[in-house]
């Protein structure tokens, strides 16, 4: 069973920056690509952005230019570097793999942007 831990979140001003850390138990990220998502009060889940095994990286239009994913495969960790928040940014995050996998997702982590 694999589990993903989301961290990072939290409470920032408008044009603030965090960073989102997504652990895995279990070594998957060395193959599978993995992917941010978020999720708005009222709005579907959407993919913010996603990265590929071999690092190659893809980006919603909406976030392009600000956020920065990774992935640090020996430390089976993959990051969301967000900087500009903007209040629209204001989800809960999570990880999981792309395409997504019904039984991978947790608990998420919540960002808040204030304006």
């Known amino acids: 069973q694999v589990q993903l831990v989301e961290s990072g979140g939290g409470l920032v001003q408008s044009g603030g920056s965090l960073r989102l850390s997504c652990a895995a138990s279990?070594?998957?990220?060395?193959?599978?690509?993995m992917g941010w998502y978020r999720q708005a009060p009222g709005s579907q889940r959407e993919l913010v952005a996603r990265?590929?095994?071999?690092?190659?990286?893809n980006y919603a239009n909406s976030v392009k230019g600000r956020f920065t994913i990774s992935r640090e495969n020996a430390k089976n960790t993959i990051y969301l570097q967000m900087n500009s928040l903007k209040p629209e940014d204001t989800a809960v995050y999570y990880c999981?793999?792309?395409?997504?996998?019904?039984?991978?997702w947790g608990q998420g982590t919540q960002v808040t942007v204030s304006s």
């Open positions: 999981n793999t792309h395409p997504a996998r019904r039984n991978f």
């Open positions: 990265i590929s095994s071999g690092g190659s990286t």
């Open positions: 279990g070594s998957i990220f060395s193959i599978y690509s």
